[in-house]
């Protein structure tokens, strides 16, 4: 029997971007502080995340096998926040 399959992100993108490839799985939402580190470049940033939401998960799930990742945007090198949340809204007219 395959280890049960978590996908550590409730994001509906990344959900149905594993769907398309037909497996079971399922989707837990990590408990993971999501701000950057003093300096960190955001690929550093979506780097750092992505470990440790999926170590989060796993802590949770040792049994399973688990996928974690983010993204970030950066104009510049300039993190941008998510859209609606925290960032002023980017005008790309």
């Known amino acids: 029997m395959m280890p049960r ?3 550590a992100s409730t994001s509906v993108y990344r959900r149905e971007l594993l769907a398309r490839l037909q497996l ?3 989707t837990v939402r990590p408990e993971v502080d999501e ?3 003093p300096g960190e470049s955001p690929s550093a ?3 750092r995340l ?3 939401k999926a170590a989060a998960v796993a802590a949770r799930f040792p049994a ?3 996928i974690g990742s983010d993204q970030v945007a950066d104009l510049d090198g300039q993190l941008l ?3 609606g949340v925290d960032s002023p809204q ?3 007219s």
């Open 45 to 47: 940033l979506a780097s």
């Open 90 to 92: 980017f005008n790309a």
């Open 35 to 37: 701000q950057a580190q």
């Open 81 to 83: 926040g998510k859209p």
């Open 24 to 26: 079971d799985f399922d």
């Open 64 to 66: 399973a096998w688990v």
């Open 5 to 7: 399959l978590i996908l």
């Open 50 to 52: 992505a470990v440790e």
